[in-house]
């Protein structure tokens, strides 16, 4: 809901609004007569302006589109801006250089001077150094002087400015001249005809050189790979451990409804749940020992309920710890089932275990056919495979015959 003050205050910005708007449209609706257009300065272009001409009785109400040219120079004021624009020229060409005398990075060719009102075109005498745009091409080998040629325009007047700069290589430190020195040696050493070996320099420059050979360090590969080979067993032990409780699982709901109907056939015989339960323990304890079959985790933890049972745990601690263990939703449920049983004495516990037995088949028939459509779309691929490899089989004998 909005509040009324918000309502109060929404009214209060549409009134003032609204009259400020009145104002404008008639502040706007007033025409003012002038018999002037100003004019933009040189360099920024023309201006439009839109007016109402009344000519007499002849023209009323023409509207009328005006265009105002920019300032135009006298002769003299070109002078003096085509003067001014040698001078910032000479300036901004210098770009992140120091000076005209020390140029050594990009040039800055600005096509416009004086703020718009001298355009500017370029040339240079050697563009083995720059670009025709100024970026610096190859630093020569030693100072070059270079000629910078601009056609310098003014509102139809025109000047060819010239003057000159000197490319010069940056200067180099002990460290780099030595480098460079060395490496000078060794092209020389290489370039020397019937031997086998490199000799190295012993001394450049009169500074003594010691050559020794980089020994791999295998330590930190070694340390790396351990580190690799910790993670894959981390992640092979998670995965490990996720596919035994994957199949854990699945052996348990496997196993529930044969559980419950073991128990309903016993209870239907008249044995209480405790006794059923510990008669299902011992058969599968006792098969077991036998080895006539194998582990079966939902039967391992009802044998594990058994010994707590017998060590004086009570019987509803012990299927609640059953649940607990199995951690499985249907698992949970018989727990409650038979806790529920102890604990008010259901005397529907038949029909109970019956309905839970019928809703367990129905659920691993779906499990099954989940199973078998995972186990269809497994096999696609391989199919596809043998496809390919059947039709390549037909085809390459054909298209061979049909070369011949």
Known sequence: MVSRESKKKAIKVIIATGVLA????????????????????????????????????????????VTAEEYQ???????????????????????????????????HLPEKLQKGAVRAEYGLSDYHIFYLDG??????????????????????????YEFAIQVVPPKKSKTEQLIGDIQ?????????????????PQEVNGIKLSWKKKKENRAFFVAGLGMIAAGCIVASEKEKAKKEQKEREQQLLWDYPDILGKLILLTGA???????????ADTYQRRRDEQRISERPA??????????????????????????????P???????????????????????????????????????????????????????????????????????????
């Open 270 to 280: 008249g044995m209480n749940v405790a006794l059923a339960w510990k008669q299902i």
């Open 22 to 65: 009145a104002i404008l449209a008639v502040l706007d609706g007033r025409e003012s007569h002038t018999d002037t257009l100003e004019r933009k300065e040189a360099g920024k272009g023309s201006q439009k302006q839109e007016y109402t001409l009344d000519a007499g009785k002849t023209i009323e109400s023409y509207a009328w589109t």
């Open 299 to 328: 039967y391992e933890e009802m044998v594990i309920a058994v010994y707590e049972m017998q060590e004086g745990v009570g019987e509803v601690q012990a299927y609640q710890h059953f649940g607990e263990r199995c951690a499985l």
């Open 135 to 160: 970026t610096m091409r190859e630093l020569p080998p030693k100072a070059a002087m270079v000629t910078v040629s601009a056609e310098l325009e003014c509102q139809g007047e025109r000047e060819i």
């Open 330 to 404: 249907e698992y949970r449920k018989l727990s409650w089932i038979l806790v529920q049983n102890v604990r008010k004495g259901s005397a529907q516990i038949q029909r109970l275990l019956e309905e839970e037995k019928s809703e367990a088949y129905e659920k691993q028939k779906a499990r099954i056919k989940t199973a078998g459509e995972e186990a269809g779309t497994k096999l696609l691929f391989p199919m596809l495979l043998m496809l390919l490899v059947v039709l390549i089989i037909i085809m390459v004998p054909a298209m061979m015959s049909m070369e011949i």
């Open 184 to 200: 000078k040696t060794l092209e020389e050493e290489n370039k020397r005809t019937g031997t086998n070996q490199l000799e190295l």
């Open 73 to 107: 120079f006298t002769q003299k004021e070109k002078k003096e801006v085509l003067k001014k624009a040698k001078a910032e020229l000479e300036k901004r060409i210098l770009g992140d250089n120091k000076s005209l005398e020390d140029i050594s990075t990009d040039l």
